[in-house]
């Protein structure tokens, strides 16, 4: 008889522990579009994509902590980068100055940590990301991007979300080379900058 009660206690302990860390980690995946620009370039938003997943660690109710690994495309559409041309003529140096319009490809893969603070079905999430660059190395030497990541989310059903979230990079990513005014050299850099639309699938 106790060894019955002693099974069945464990038993009882066991899946209610297995259906407490079920409820506490549910990893996901998510996707959808990115509409991404480079700022101080005059450009227009690229459309491109993003995915990824999700290890949501729900610490209370309405709190959950959620790393993230995502491939993400970024750059920009008819991005107008300056340059200076020197030139040297008979001894001294000449520097010339102009535009030039070009698309801008860049990827990178995103490793996030967001704070998701929910409300009944909705949610606003905060949190920053380390980006590692995947495409686009010709055009800059920041191989990485810190980024800040806001957005809010809204549960469709039990395991489906949809979401919208703005991705802010803080390291300069394109470097439009310097700007020559009253023999002052002045520096005007761009950073990524994108908004995402998109579906997250919690298993």
Avoid at 29 to 39: H, P
Avoid at 55 to 70: A, D, G, M, R, S
Wanted: proline share 2%.
């Amino acid at each position: 008889m106790i060894k019955k009660l002693l099974f069945i206690t464990c038993l009882t302990v066991g899946v209610t522990a297995s259906s407490y860390a079920q409820k506490k980690f549910a990893p996901g995946v998510r996707g959808g579009l990115s509409l991404s620009t480079i700022t101080n370039a005059e450009a227009d938003f690229k459309p491109g994509f993003y995915v990824g997943v999700q290890f949501p660690i729900h610490i209370v109710k309405f709190y959950t902590l959620q790393p993230e690994l995502n491939y993400t495309m970024q750059g920009a559409k008819n991005a107008n980068l300056s340059y200076i041309r020197n030139s040297w003529n008979n001894g001294w140096e000449s520097a010339n100055q102009g535009v030039k319009s070009e698309d801008i490809n860049l990827s990178y893969l995103d490793i996030n940590v967001i704070n998701k603070f929910s409300f009944k079905k909705f949610n606003a999430h905060v949190g920053p990301g380390l980006a590692i660059m995947t495409e686009g190395k010709s055009k800059t030497d920041f191989y990485a991007d810190l980024t800040f990541n806001v957005g809010v989310g809204y549960q469709l059903m039990d395991k489906l979300e949809v979401e919208a979230r703005w991705r802010q990079g803080v390291v300069r990513v394109v470097d439009k080379d310097d700007y020559y005014w009253d023999n002052y050299w002045s520096n005007n850099d761009s950073f990524n900058s994108s908004f995402q639309i998109g579906l997250t699938y919690t298993f």
